[in-house]
C-alpha cells in the first residue's frame, strides 16, 4: 500500500510537472513609445494615414481630458498647423481645434502648445501653405505704402471655423484684401510628410521643406483620475 502510495505521489508529481512546462508564458507589454511621469502616461503613438501621406493622426482614438503636446519647431511664413477634427459621423465636415503660425509657435511656453481635449472624437494633423503676406497691409495698389493704410498683420489669423476636411479658409480684413491668391491655395493640398520618427514617448514629424513638428499625447493614469 505504502509503495502504491508513492507511486501515486510521483505520478501526479510528474504531472503537475508537466502541467507547469505547458502554461502559457505572460508578457507584459508596455504600450508603444511611452513613459509616465506626474500621473500621466505620456504617448508618441502616432502615425501617418498611409492613404494620405500629409495627415498625422494618434494611433488609439483621444478621449475626454487627454491633452494634446503639440510643438512646432520651426515653421516657415507662409506655413500653417492645423489641428482639426471631425465635424460629422462620415467625417465630410471638419471643426478647426487650434491652429499655429510662424509668429506663434510658442517656444519655451509648453503650456501654449497644449490642447485640453474635451470630447472623444477623430483628430488629426496637418500642414497648410497659404499665400505669404508678410508686411502687406490691406492696401492695395501704390496706397499700401501710405503709412494711413489699415495695417492687416503679416499672417493670417481667423479661419472659418467649420470646412471640409484638410481644407483652410481664412477669413477677415487680410483674406478679403488677398482673394485671388487665395482660391488656388485654398484648393491645394496639404504639405506632405517627408520623415517621420520617435524619439521615446515624442513623435517628430518632418514635413517636406523643413518644418519639424513634435507631438506628444498625455492620459492620465487611473491613480491620477481618482486623485481628482
Same mark, same amino acid.
Given at each position: 500500500?505504502?509503495?502504491? =502510495? ?7 508529481? %510528474? ?18 513609445? %511611452? ?5 500621466? =502616461? ?5 502615425? =501617418?494615414?498611409? &492613404?494620405?501621406? %500629409? ?19 520651426? /515653421?516657415?511664413?507662409?506655413?500653417? /498647423? ?13 471643426? /478647426?481645434? &487650434? ?6 509657435? +510658442?517656444?519655451?511656453?509648453? &503650456? ?16 497648410? @501653405?497659404?499665400?505669404?503676406?508678410? +508686411? ?12 494711413? $493704410? ?6 493670417? $489669423? ?7 476636411? /484638410? ?29 517621420? $520618427? ?15 513638428? @513634435?507631438? &506628444? @499625447? ?11
Amino acid at each position: 500500500m505504502k509503495h502504491a =502510495l508513492i507511486s501515486s505521489g510521483l505520478v501526479l508529481a %510528474s504531472l503537475a510537472a508537466s502541467a507547469q512546462t505547458t502554461l502559457p508564458a505572460v508578457n507584459v507589454v508596455a504600450p508603444p513609445f %511611452s513613459s509616465q511621469h506626474g500621473g500621466y =502616461l505620456i504617448s508618441g503613438d502616432f502615425k =501617418l494615414d498611409p &492613404r494620405m501621406p %500629409s495627415v498625422v493622426f494618434p494611433a488609439q482614438a483621444l478621449v475626454k481630458d487627454d491633452i494634446l503636446s503639440i510643438e512646432p519647431v520651426h /515653421l516657415q511664413d507662409n506655413e500653417y /498647423l492645423i489641428l482639426q477634427e471631425c465635424a460629422s459621423a462620415d467625417c465630410h465636415e471638419a471643426s /478647426l481645434v &487650434r491652429f499655429w503660425s510662424a509668429d506663434d509657435i +510658442g517656444g519655451d511656453n509648453t &503650456r501654449h502648445n497644449r490642447v485640453w481635449i474635451t470630447h472623444e472624437n477623430k483628430y488629426f494633423l496637418w500642414l497648410k @501653405r497659404l499665400p505669404d503676406v508678410s +508686411g502687406q497691409s490691406c492696401g492695395q495698389g501704390w496706397f499700401k505704402f501710405d503709412p494711413n $493704410t489699415t495695417k492687416c498683420g503679416g499672417h493670417f $489669423t481667423s479661419f472659418q471655423q467649420i470646412s471640409p476636411p /484638410l481644407m483652410l479658409i481664412p477669413s477677415g480684413d487680410l483674406a478679403a484684401y488677398h482673394q485671388d491668391a487665395l482660391q488656388k491655395a485654398i484648393q491645394a493640398d496639404p504639405v506632405l510628410v517627408a520623415k517621420q $520618427t520617435h524619439e521615446g514617448s515624442t513623435y517628430v514629424v518632418t514635413y517636406g521643406g523643413g518644418s519639424t513638428v @513634435r507631438v &506628444r @499625447r498625455m492620459h492620465a493614469t487611473k491613480d491620477n483620475r481618482q486623485a481628482d
